[in-house]
């Protein structure tokens, strides 16, 4: 079993920047892909960017590439988005993800809780 505990969500103003992070913890192994979703109000649950841990190979949705920036902290076991030049369109939940086999694509298998981000312009 894999927990996945997100922290890093705040209010800002747009164009402002800001750091989630996602803490992984138990059966968690560096072949996982692991990724960053978002979900906004009546709105369907949207994925942002995916990583690879081994190799540090990143994917990103091109709504948010140039802005967002994700990383790994194998050590720690810890993933992170690096958020800059918020947009009041980036307000949601964000979920950070893993998936245990068959690479990034496809449905993730275990979620966190989500960190609430909201930017205001």
């Known amino acids: 079993q894999v927990q996945l505990v997100e922290s890093g969500g705040d209010s800002v103003q747009a164009g402002g920047s800001l750091r989630l992070s996602c803490a992984a913890s138990?059966?968690?192994?560096?072949?996982?892909?692991m990724g960053w979703f978002r979900q906004a109000p009546g709105q369907e649950r949207e994925w942002v960017a995916s990583?690879?841990?081994?190799?540090?190979?990143?994917y990103y949705a091109d709504s948010v590439k140039g802005r967002l920036t994700i990383s790994v902290d194998n050590a720690k076991i810890t993933l992170y988005l690096q958020m800059n030049n918020l947009k009041p369109d980036d307000s949601a939940m964000f979920y950070c993800?893993?998936?245990?086999?068959?690479?990034?694509?496809?449905?993730?298998?275990?979620w966190g809780q989500g960190t609430q981000v909201t930017v205001t312009s």
């Open positions: 993800a893993a998936r245990a086999f068959g690479g990034c694509a496809g449905s993730f298998h275990y």
């Open positions: 138990g059966n968690i192994q560096r072949s996982y892909c």
């Open positions: 990583i690879y841990p081994a190799s540090g190979t990143s």
